[in-house]
Each structure stands twice: as structure tokens, then as C-alpha cells.
Nanobody, 124 residues
């Protein structure tokens, strides 16, 4: 398994922004597709976004389209999730995860490595 570490979570007011980062230890992220997931209290974990490494394709769940942007910073060996226009319903623990390959799987079960998560709270 790959070691992934999320950072950048925190408390932000509605309409604000946060930038989450997923960092890797001991390997380069640019080979792998990376997905971002979130889990709110009492809810199932859901996929938020994913970026492939084969062609750079990006994917977003409908509720974050136009507000969130996933990107790679190969110089820093990170995958970032820029979150703008945050809403209270974005409150969750956010996780990054990597599958074994270069493309974004459609199933969570195909993501083999997971970080510990970072809390995002959107509240006034």
C-alpha cells in the first residue's frame, strides 16, 4: 500500500475556500490516479473528484462541479483539491486515495490506498 497524507482542512464560513493537499511518502504521485472522497456524519463515504495519470482526465461529483478543482503539483508531489464557494453540506472528513493504476476507477473498492483524512467544517 501507498502512504498518503491529507492536509489543509479546517473551519471555514459558508462561501469561503479551502485547499486540500494529498501528499505521498516514498513514491511519486504522478504515476497514479488520485481520488478525493468525503464522509459526513451518519452518511456513506462518497466520491468527490478524481484525476487520472494516463491522460489527466478529471471527474467531479455533480454537487461540487464548478466549485471544486482537482490538480497535480508534481514539483511538490501532491494532488490538490481547491474548494471554493463552500456550503455547510460540504462538511465532512475528506480522504485521498489511490488505485493500483493510472485511471480513475468507478468503484471505491478499487482504491487500494487511503489517507487518514482531514476534517472540513463549513459553518458560520
Amino acid at each position: 500500500q501507498l502512504q498518503l497524507v491529507e492536509s489543509g482542512g479546517g473551519l471555514v464560513q459558508p462561501g469561503g475556500s479551502l485547499r486540500l493537499s494529498c501528499a505521498a511518502s516514498g513514491f511519486t504521485l504522478d504515476y497514479y490516479a488520485i481520488g478525493w472522497f468525503r464522509q459526513a456524519p451518519g452518511k456513506e463515504r462518497e466520491g468527490v473528484s478524481c484525476i487520472s495519470s494516463s491522460d489527466g482526465s478529471t471527474y467531479y461529483t455533480d454537487s461540487v462541479k464548478g466549485r471544486f478543482t482537482i490538480s497535480r503539483d508534481n514539483a511538490k508531489n501532491t494532488v490538490n483539491l481547491q474548494m471554493n464557494s463552500l456550503k455547510p453540506e460540504d462538511t465532512a472528513v475528506y480522504y485521498c486515495a489511490a488505485p493500483l493504476g493510472r485511471n480513475c476507477p468507478t468503484r471505491q473498492i478499487d482504491f487500494a490506498s487511503w489517507g487518514q483524512g482531514t476534517q472540513v467544517t463549513v459553518s458560520s
